[in-house]
Nanobody, 121 residues
Framework: QVQLVESGGGLVQPGGSLRLSCAASGFPFSTYAMTWVRQAPGKGLEWVSDINNDGDNTTNADSVKGRFTTSRDNAKNTLYLQMNSLKPEDMGVYYC??????????????WGQGTQVTVSS
């Protein structure tokens, strides 16, 4: 069965950096696009970034563009989100999401449990 386990969240100061990981199993990781989604306290879900199966095509939300980088290591079945220049508004739970196809346009079909990111002085 599909499993997505996020890790790497924690407390950082504004302007700091954090690297999230998502360990994937139960499916051929290299054949599927992946997505990061986040949810701020008391707010709805917000799409963060997408990456295709090969890792050579990504797209990011305007709110994180230039600060966040999504990548993947298909040999390790792992998805990454490098977050730099963190702002208080980046605070929330970050979810790793599997999509149903190779491309960025495919629909999400599995979600991880999320990892908490706290940005505070």
């Amino acid at each position: 069965q599909v499993q997505l386990v996020e890790s790497g969240g924690g407390l950082v100061q504004p302007g700091g950096s954090l690297r999230l990981s998502c360990a994937a199993s139960g499916f051929p990781f290299s054949t599927y696009a992946m997505t990061w989604v986040r949810q701020a306290p008391g707010k709805g879900l917000e799409w963060v970034s997408d990456i295709n199966n090969d890792g050579d095509n990504t797209t990011n939300a305007d709110s994180v563009k230039g600060r966040f980088t999504t990548s993947r290591d298909n040999a390790k079945n792992t998805l990454y989100l490098q977050m730099n220049s963190l702002k208080p508004e980046d605070m929330g739970v970050y979810y790793c999401v599997k999509r149903g196809g190779r491309g960025l346009g495919s629909s999400p079909d599995y979600w991880g449990q999320g990892t908490q990111v706290t940005v505070s002085s």
